[in-house]
């Protein structure tokens, strides 16, 4: 079966086709330097450069993966959440070429498929999903941080998220105070890789809680009272390297702490990672470290996975095909604030007539 998805939740555009586990193409376009000159995304902006990435990056997926439209066996999106102007172009584009093509179509959870975006590797890309393994998996990005218990493949419980800022977002907002440029979270990364980590301490929201949920607002609000007391020290070049690590320490520490006690808690032997700060260079030491300590494995996404992709999309799509989940409607809204731990048997979920079966 040949499957072509699109994945347009925020500010990247990406089209993918797989095929029976392996992707064909996965081309992604980044919306970085636009929303640069904001400090952020701007999601009328994000909206726009949707509708105008969306063609080429879909001839383009198409031409790697040497298939035309005609030759697709089904049809997968993004559904939600997301901004909803994003979600809507990608979204409703897949249904119109579903509906078009005669093709199955499903509305993929965008963090249910990072959940599976560990499981792609190799070169080419291919789906590793016969070594799955029940795993404590940790989702954490410029939007969202979130804790979950994936039980068995299709299976999965949320444990915890964050009750506000997500370690991305206090990463960019801790960079803005000090005069990184956006996206900051990366600036950061460099920056602290010559600093003294224990320069600085910082508090570690919520690590000693019992529960598994997050907070980094607090975080973020007592580097702005230290950098009002300290001004000085935004004028040194090995002052503010010092600054990022101590910060930088603090997030990744609360980050590894959660996912490694949940796995001792619930007897699993696995934990991943996906989702843009998991390319954080402190964050997979220290991760893997942890992990090894505690006699657990790990298994990561490859950097090219970790942000925004439809091949996450179309891989989990595949799989939900393969083992009969319902299927969606070309008519079918958007899903903009859809629960990590909602059904996914949402109204308008049911298939129009001619998508009943995959092979018509």
Known sequence: MILFALETSCDETSAAVVRDGRVLANV?????????????????LAAREQLRNLAPVTRRALHEAQTTAAGLDAVAATRGPGLPGALMVGCKAAQALAFALRKPFLGIHHHEAHLYSPWIAGDPLSADLESFQ??????????????????????????????????????????????????????????????????????????????????????????????????????????????????????????????????????????????????????RKELAAACEQNALRLRLAEKSLCTDNAAMIGILAERKLAQGVSLTDVEAEIVPNWPMDQSPDLPGDAPRPHQSAINR
């Open 134 to 283: 029940p795993n404590i998996s940790l989702i954490v990005s410029g939007g969202h941080t979130m804790l979950v218990h994936v039980e068995a493949e299709l299976k999965h419980r949320l444990l915890g998220a964050t009750l506000d800022d997500a370690a991305g977002e206090c990463f960019d907002k801790v960079a803005k105070l000090i005069g990184l440029p956006y996206p900051g979270g990366p600036a950061m990364d460099r920056l602290a890789e010559g600093g003294n980590s224990k320069a600085f301490h910082f508090p570690r929201p919520m690590m000693d809680q019992p529960n598994d949920d997050f907070s980094f607002s607090g975080l973020k609000t007592a580097v702005r009272y230290f950098l009002r007391g300290h001004p000085e020290i935004l004028d040194g070049a090995q002052r503010v390297r010092d600054l990022c690590a101590s910060v930088q320490a603090a997030i990744v520490e609360t980050l590894v702490n959660k996912p490694v006690r949940a796995a001792r808690r619930l007897g699993v032997r696995w934990v991943t990672g996906s989702g843009g700060v998991t390319c954080n260079r402190a964050l």
């Open 28 to 44: 992604v376009s980044s919306q970085i330097k636009l929303h640069a000159e904001y400090g952020g995304v701007v999601p009328e």
